[in-house]
């Protein structure tokens, strides 16, 4: 079946330790987003890449970082800069990026959650 | 800037009474406008969108809303709620100006709904 795989689906962090959360997806889609999201405050962009090998800051990008080596795999890593770590991220992916694609449908895969210990 | 208010954080509603979920928008031009559902733990579905045409859109699992230019509202109904429309819900919207941008959407602050019997 066509998707979007996150793992791990819990994740435990150290202070001051990275870590890395996966994300792939078999949908043939050009567009990946990372979001995060707390209780109350809705969804909100980390990064996201429109294309292999480009990506673009989002709203809350200090103390992430991402690649995009592979149309398929987006992952994100949460640096030991990022004081507040612990949040349900969640991965998404649309068709296609660039003009007029912001009506196409973003399809988010089941999410990940970071506690810090 | 574009942004997204959900009147309240939390509806509750009889089985088969009416669902009537608020979603205002602020944005410089008429956006494109979602609405997501998510189930506890899980990632954030689809259940409509305006690009388009009719102000009035039809989504899944008997949900509806629609566009009110005048309002600047895309509120979401459903006419008689069922135990498992219990979830949250967000409201989104992304910027039709956008060029080259991808389609980054911002999101409400979410609406949890609970059905009761």
């Known amino acids: 079946d066509g998707g979007i795989t996150q793992s791990p689906k819990y994740l435990f962090r150290k202070e001051g330790q990275n870590v890395t959360l996966s994300c792939e997806q078999n949908?043939?889609?050009?567009?990946m987003y990372w979001y995060r999201q707390d209780p109350g405050q809705g969804l909100r962009l980390i990064y996201y890449?429109?294309?292999?090998?480009?990506?673009q800051k989002g709203d809350i990008a200090e103390g992430y970082s991402v690649s995009r080596e592979k149309k398929e795999s987006f992952p994100l890593t949460v640096t030991s800069a990022q004081k507040n770590p612990t949040a349900f991220y969640l991965c998404a992916s649309s068709i296609r990026a660039g003009p007029q694609s912001s009506g196409n449908t973003i399809y988010f895969g089941e999410g990940s959650w970071l506690t810090v210990v | 800037a574009q942004s997204v208010t959900q009147l309240g954080s939390h509806v509750s509603v009889s089985e088969g009474a009416l669902v009537l979920l608020r979603c205002n928008y602020s944005s410089s031009v008429p956006p494109y406008l979602f609405w997501y559902v998510q189930y506890p733990n899980q990632g954030l579905q689809l259940l409509l969108k305006?690009?388009?045409?009719?102000?009035l859109v039809k989504g899944i699992n008997g949900f509806e809303a629609e566009f009110k230019k005048s309002e600047t509202s895309f509120h979401l109904t459903k006419p008689s709620a069922h135990m498992s429309d219990a979830a949250e819900y967000f409201c989104?919207?992304?910027?039709?100006?956008?060029?080259?941008?991808?389609?980054?959407?911002?999101f409400g602050t979410g609406t949890q709904l609970k059905v009761e019997l």
């Open positions: 949908l043939n889609h050009d567009a």
């Open positions: 989104a919207v992304s910027d039709r100006g956008v060029t080259g941008g991808g389609n980054k959407l911002t």
């Open positions: 890449s429109q294309i292999v090998n480009d990506f």
């Open positions: 305006y690009t388009t045409g009719a102000t």
